[in-house]
């Protein structure tokens, strides 16, 4: 019972215990809220610093939990909450930062935490604190009504990131827009007055910044801040370290690109060495290498931390290495030559000394014409040395030696290079030495050509050639011609009855090539003149020759070529093949397109005699004609004409002339034998005839019609085309009968011109004869008695010749309209002054009924009148009838009445107006259409010849009165006057 008794004693003791290590461990708690020290603002990596402590905390450590809870704009609204555990001892001062997107100046922030214990003496679950109040945190004051602000100011971020700006404005500003780099931006309200903008992947764009703004528009700008983008900070790469001299280590790296900006916002990013065995550090003053101070003897290996930072962030590597491992030998130094000649030479050179005197290994390098020659390998402490054998006389080389360790291999020194020429040597080959033999009378003419001797073979600069010409006929007789390099020709003029053998040898400064022997014999022909020209045709590859051998003993063969034709212009060349060849190919870069090469291959005998085998012409490639023959018309007939091109030549056409086309058309195209229709490259239809002989340069054409027009053209055609379409020429045949019409007109012609010329010899007799002068009326004798005043000079007049048989006088009076017959045109009054007045004879015979021809007188220049109208008709006698008009019997009594008229006329008119000459214009029945008679007498035919009629002013009529007739007729009979 005891022990009973005993045992609930102490469980009850136990569990008054328990319960007041609860009681206590709670009371404990709720003294255990955290207190909010200070809530700071950091605007350049926009956060928030917290800073708290825990009161009343026990001397013993607690691991503790705090819970964080941030607030933007409202207390309601949490945006960051966050659970930090850590040991707290009694008065310690807790720090946390939290770092927000968003720029705190864009609102207001609120801040609070609680506490829970989280120690394992504490039973789970356990329980937190009370909260603490709510801190608020402004980074900054409300803008004024009016006032923008954009935020953060000059932010500075790496390429690629993201970034949240934020503008806040007054209550007067509304509708604002922001632009990046001009470009709009949508943002996102956060509150009344606030707007965020979230860009992401910022670019690079500039070292000066990327503008963002924002205003009413894209030119209205109220605010904004520059974004400072930088370059993403790169780890270094090929990080190394080597030492040339064991006294100083150079590190050197990749720095990539370069992260510094504008304005010192974001400088370059800076490198820094950090050696961790001995603790050691060194800022290094260039982005790309650095240099680290060697300390004698106390440090074999190293390892190098190379730590590169900006603003933004930090990036380090590595490298561990022992000393002697990286070494990198100087440069050689001091390279020379001694010894120098034509095959070899000695070269020597310095290594800089390092520690303990190592040996390293060098390499040696012979260059010649930019290509490795030689390359030896030399160990080398000190003083280098090495032998050049092998080398070519007069020749420039180009010699390189490196050296690098021979302990541990790390890398070579840099080359260092140096020339040399080796000394000349006598030329070891003799020049390839041919020739051209023409032939003229009494001499032989020989160009001789020889080829320059290569590089290798000169061994040296060749000054001169010796050519020596030996007369095979006479030895005594020898010829040294020296001809200065670098001539590759000699002409020679030799006796064709003899023999001759040359030598060609080339000279330098040391000696003489071997001799070139070359023989030419005494009949230059060689059996030339029965080698037939045979044609080829070329390749891309070349020309491929084929020959027979020749017969006996052969030296070798020879083929020489040049374009066509064969001449001392020409690019002469020629190619040696062996004794025991019959075929080759020859090749040129010089073979063009168009261009006829002509070859020729001897055979050479053993005595050097070349006899020429055959001989061969073509093209690389055939081109068509370049032009057409100029063609001459010969033998023109009605029925055929000769066309002829004689000066086309052939042999300078870009191929082979094959023959001819003769195109020849006419309107009346009819195509005969040997002709082809054919449509022309103009489309006109012609007649085509081919000539197949290409030496064949005339053709006759044919069974042509006479007096026709026809069209040639004359074109040359070869395998690969025909020439240019040229103009057609214009051919008319003549008549068939022109030839007999020349023949008589020519005589004609001959003869008119000696009558001509007979006639201009006897031109006075000619022209009393044929046409003598017109009389003049003032120099007539019936007007020899007047005394004119306008014209005091005495006229004769002679009409014996004009014997009339009728005259009428035709006159009208002032004022009356008169019309003529024939033109059927009235004049006025003014206008009769200068009408012409008429004369008209009329010839009759005894019989008065039947009118007989009539003489008409004109002559305007002689015609006279008075001013009152003397001229005019003569009276009529009503009784006579009109059948009896002017018959006048002969002309002794017409004369006898003129002379007698005009002696009254000369009484009866003083005033000297005494003559009218009139002209042939009008009928015998002038006057008015009115006032002619009912029944004129019609005149016979009228003789055109003109002369001049002279009317004295008696047998004129007074005027006529206005209702007189307009013509009167006066009829003078046989033994009749005029009164």
């Not at 945006?79 to 555990?85: L, M």
């Not at 070859?599 to 093209?619: C, D, E, H, Q, V």
């Not at 120099?779 to 006229?795: A, G, R």
């Amino acid at each position: 019972m005891a022990v009973i008794s005993v045992s609930e004693t102490t469980l009850l003791l136990a569990l008054l215990s328990l319960r007041t290590l609860q009681s206590l461990v709670l009371d404990e708690r709720l003294l255990l809220t955290p207190e909010l020290l200070n809530v700071s603002i950091s605007s350049e990596h926009q956060s928030l610093h917290l800073q708290w402590t825990v009161p009343n905390l026990p001397h013993q450590e607690f691991r503790m939990v705090f819970q964080v809870q941030i607030s933007r704009f409202e207390r309601s609204k949490v945006i960051w909450e966050e659970n930090y555990r850590t040991t707290v001892t009694q008065g310690q001062v807790l720090h946390r930062s939290w770092e927000s997107e968003l720029p705190l100046e864009c609102g207001p922030h609120f801040v609070r935490m609680k506490s829970g214990v989280v120690d394992a003496k504490f039973p789970k679950p356990g329980f937190w604190s009370s909260w603490t109040p709510w801190e608020k945190v402004v980074a900054q004051d409300s803008p004024g009504p009016n006032e923008l602000l954009v935020f953060p100011k000059d932010k500075l971020v790496e390429e690629g990131s993201d970034v949240t700006l934020c503008y806040v404005s007054g209550s007067n500003l509304k509708n604002i827009s922001c632009y990046l780099n001009s470009e709009w931006i949508a943002g996102e309200q956060l509150d009344s007055n606030v707007f965020a903008f979230n860009l992401s992947n910022i670019p690079f764009i500039r070292k000066t910044g990327t503008n963002f703004f924002c205003g009413k528009n894209s030119t209205h700008k109220e605010d904004g801040t520059v974004l400072f983008v930088s370059k993403v900070l790169e780890e270094p790469k090929d990080f190394s370290c080597e030492t040339r001299d064991f006294e100083t280590l150079k590190c050197t790296w990749e720095p990539g690109p370069d992260t510094g900006l504008a304005w010192s916002k974001q400088p370059s990013q800076s490198y820094t060495l950090l050696e961790s065995f001995s603790g050691r550090k060194e800022h290094c003053q260039h982005r790309s290498w650095c240099h680290w101070q060697i300390s004698q003897g106390s440090q074999e290996t190293y390892n190098f931390t190379l730590l590169a930072e900006n603003r933004l962030r930090k990036r380090s590597v590595n490298l561990l290495f022992n000393l002697t491992h990286r070494v990198h030998p100087m440069d050689p130094q001091s390279i020379k030559f001694e010894n120098v000649s034509a095959r070899s030479a000695i070269m020597t050179w310095k290594e800089y000394s390092l520690v303990n005197h190592c040996t390293l290994l060098c390499q040696v390098e012979l260059r010649g014409e930019g290509e490795i020659m030689q390359q030896h390998n030399v160990s080398v402490k000190v003083n280098g040395e090495y032998v050049l054998s092998g080398l070519e006389p007069d020749t420039q080389y180009v010699t390189q030696v490196r050296c690098t360790s021979t302990s541990h291999f790390w890398k070579w020194s840099d080359w260092v290079p140096q020339k040399i020429i080796t000394s000349e040597a006598a030329p070891s080959e003799a020049p390839d030495v041919w020739r051209n033999v023409t032939s003229e009378p009494g001499r032989q003419n020989v160009a001789l050509f020889w080829k320059p001797l290569s590089k290798h073979q000169a061994n040296g600069k060749i000054l001169f050639y010796n050519v020596v010409i030996e007369n095979l006929d006479s030895a005594s007789r020898l010829q040294l011609l020296s001809i200065p390099a670098p001539a590759t020709r000699q002409e020679l003029t030799l006796d064709p009855r003899c023999s001759y053998r040359i030598h060609v040898t080339a000279n330098n400064s040391v000696g003489t090539s071997p001799a070139s022997i070359l023989a030419v014999a005494g009949d230059p022909g060689n059996g030339t003149e029965n080698v037939k020209e045979e044609r080829i045709a070329g390749t891309e590859g070349g020309f491929p020759l084929s020959w027979k051998p020749k017969s006996g003993d052969v030296a070798g063969y020879v083929v020489d070529w040049c374009a066509h034709p064969r001449d001392t212009s020409c690019d002469f060349q020629w190619k040696r093949v062996g004794p025991n060849t019959t075929r080759t190919v020859i090749s040129s870069d010089a073979f063009g397109p168009g261009v006829r090469y002509s070859f020729r291959i001897y055979g050479l005998s053993t005595k050097r005699i070349a006899y020429l085998l055959a001989k061969k012409t073509g093209y690389c490639q055939e081109l068509a004609p370049s032009y057409n023959p100029q063609v001459n018309i010969k033998n023109l007939t009605s029925h055929s004409f000769t066309l002829s091109w004689e000066n086309y030549s052939t042999e300078y056409q870009p191929s082979f002339i094959l023959g001819y086309h003769v195109y020849l058309k006419s309107k009346a195209m009819q195509c005969h034998s040997g002709f082809e229709e054919r449509t022309h490259s103009d489309d006109s239809v012609c007649c085509k005839y081919k000539i197949d002989n290409p030496e064949q340069k005339m053709f006759i054409a044919e069974n042509l019609q006479p007096e026709s027009l026809y069209e040639f053209l004359v074109t040359p055609y070869t395998s690969v085309g025909e020439g240019p379409n040229g103009t057609f020429r214009n051919v008319t045949t003549p008549d068939e009968h022109s030839h007999i019409l020349i023949r008589i007109i020519l005589p004609m012609i001959l003869c008119v011109l000696l009558i001509m010329i007979l006639c201009y010899w006897k031109s006075q007799w000619m022209k009393e004869k044929c046409y003598p002068d017109i009389p003049d009326p003032y120099k007539s004798s019936i007007l020899s008695m007047k005394k004119s005043k306008e014209n005091p000079h005495p006229t004769i007049m002679n009409v014996k010749d004009c014997i009339p048989d009728a005259i009428e006088v035709i006159n009208k009076a002032e004022g009356i309209k008169t019309q003529f017959p024939g033109t059927r045109k009235s004049v006025t009054e003014t206008e009769l002054t200068s009408q012409p007045v008429y004369l008209c004879l009329i010839a009759t015979e005894n019989n008065y009924s039947s009118p007989g021809p009539c003489i008409c007188f004109e002559n305007l220049t002689y015609e006279e009148a008075s001013a009152s109208g003397s001229c005019g008709h003569g009276p009529v006698t009503p009784e006579e009838p009109p059948s009896q008009l002017g018959l006048l019997a002969s002309s002794g009594s017409f004369l006898k009445a003129l002379e007698k008229n005009y002696m009254n006329s000369l009484e009866e008119n003083p005033s000297g107006n005494s003559m009218c000459y009139v002209s042939q214009l009008a009928s015998p029945l002038s006057g008015d259409k009115e006032s002619l008679p009912t029944n004129p007498p019609m005149p016979a035919l009228c003789s055109e010849y003109k002369m001049q009629m002279a009317v004295p002013s008696c047998l004129a009529s007074p005027p006529l009165s206005e209702d007189s007739s307009l013509s009167s007729v006066t009829l003078l009979g046989e033994s009749e006057h005029y009164s």
